[in-house]
Nanobody, 130 residues
Framework: VQLVESGGDSVQAGGSLRLSCAAS?????????MGWFRQAPGKEREGVAA???????TYGDSVKGRFTISQDNAKNTLYLQMNSLKPDDTALYSC????????????????????????WGQGTQVTVSS
């Protein structure tokens, strides 16, 4: 599985961005979850949003009502629409995918067992200035 993010940029507070994560090799026929995490310098990695194979979504508290996660399985692409951006949203945003042994909650798609294998992209930088 290979994940490639794009769409990061520098924007003013209040602006919008749409991130994309192109996936190849993911077994869409099986149950899976995909999600977005972010990490700012000096801060822990934070779950932003997650979506399951059946379209169930979950968001972190800090982005609820502003960000929307979606997927286009025909294009093998995951999206994150980010509106009303704030300086606190500045971070490296990475997408993740699990084909098995996962759970979703509070904006996280993560592994729930030692055998769970998570696939990660290289990240795309979002910078929001005030």
């Amino acid at each position: 599985v290979q994940l490639v993010e794009s769409g990061g940029d520098s924007v003013q507070a209040g602006g919008s961005l749409r991130l994309s994560c192109a996936a190849s090799g993911l077994a869409y026929s099986s149950g899976y979850c995909m999600g977005w995490f972010r990490q700012a310098p000096g801060k822990e990695r934070e779950g932003v949003a997650a979506i399951t194979f059946d379209g169930t979504t979950t968001y972190g508290d800090s982005v609820k009502g502003r960000f929307t996660i979606s997927q286009d399985n025909a294009k093998n692409t995951l999206y994150l629409q980010m509106n009303s951006l704030k300086p606190d949203d500045t971070a490296l945003y990475s997408c993740v995918a699990y084909e098995s042994g996962w759970y979703v909650g509070s904006g996280e798609c993560a592994g729930r067992a030692s055998y769970s294998i998570g696939y990660w992209g290289q990240g795309t930088q979002v910078t929001v200035s005030s």
